[in-house]
């Protein structure tokens, strides 16, 4: 199928599916409270985990949802882990040789060098952390820190519609805005405002049920209507009990 093809193919599942979903987006202090680890990172190397999953998203050719092995360095310390350690994150990516995914999952496509502010739990992988809203909306968890990306083509609007600047629409946004300069470099006094600012956050830790799964399943109901479900438990490190010594 040539390029138009595949282009009114698109259109016509479009059409036929919701044209929007929704999105799960936090504020700030939720975010801080309801996460395991909070920091300022940046990624040391990426690779693929070999961890798939399915998903209920319409695609087309050969499409495969795939967990991504991130590893970020701590730069700046917020909830739950300390400078310098190296943080393993899974992050949803799609592959094949050629694909439509309709209303795609929010993915972070991370790149070597770049800087995030990460909000993670545990994921059923022990080892392994992943973005909270993982893994339908991992960029609401997961925020790439650059200006230019925040401004370039971008317009923002306050719910008047009244059109504002990104760091005056919400929080959140101004806390990510004053994470890092116009250059790209992170300053210290935004993530120091945020432990400061988020001392009650912090202090919560999230239950210990909260885990990112990373195998998920498809479930249809009457009408066809499908949804995801976990298609796995939580996987528990047990050490085993010393035998009592006796004579």
């Not at 339908?136 to 971008?154: H, N, P, S, V």
Request: glycine residues 10%.
């Amino acid at each position: 199928m040539g390029v138009r093809g595949i282009m009114l193919l698109a259109l016509i599942l479009s059409s036929a599916v919701c044209e929007a979903r929704a999105v799960r987006s936090m504020g700030m202090k939720e975010l801080v409270a309801q996460s395991a680890l909070v920091f300022v990172g940046q990624v040391t190397s990426i690779r693929p985990s070999g961890i798939t999953t399915t998903l209920t998203y319409p695609t087309w050719g050969n499409t495969v949802f795939e967990w991504l092995e991130v590893e970020v360095k701590v730069i700046e310390e917020v909830k739950g882990v300390k400078k310098g350690q190296v943080v393993r994150t899974l992050m949803l990516s799609i592959r094949g040789e050629s694909f439509i995914v309709i209303n795609p999952p929010g993915m972070v496509k991370p790149g070597l060098g770049q800087h995030h502010l990460l909000c993670l739990l545990p994921t059923t992988q022990p080892g392994f952390h992943a973005s909270i809203t993982a893994p339908f909306d991992d960029r609401e968890g997961i925020f790439l820190l650059d200006r230019k990306e925040w401004t370039e083509g971008a317009t923002y609007f306050d719910d008047k519609g009244r059109k504002v600047a990104f760091k005056d629409q919400n929080e959140k946004n101004a806390m990510l805005w004053n994470l890092v300069d116009g250059r790209g470099r992170i300053m210290p006094g935004g993530a120091a405002a945020m432990r400061k600012n988020y001392q009650a956050e912090i202090a919560r830790r999230p239950p210990a049920e909260s885990v990112v799964h990373l195998k998920w399943k498809k479930v249809e109901g009457k009408g066809g209507w499908q949804w995801n479900e976990p298609a796995e438990e939580k996987k528990v490190e047990t050490r085993r009990r010393p035998k009592a010594s006796g004579k």
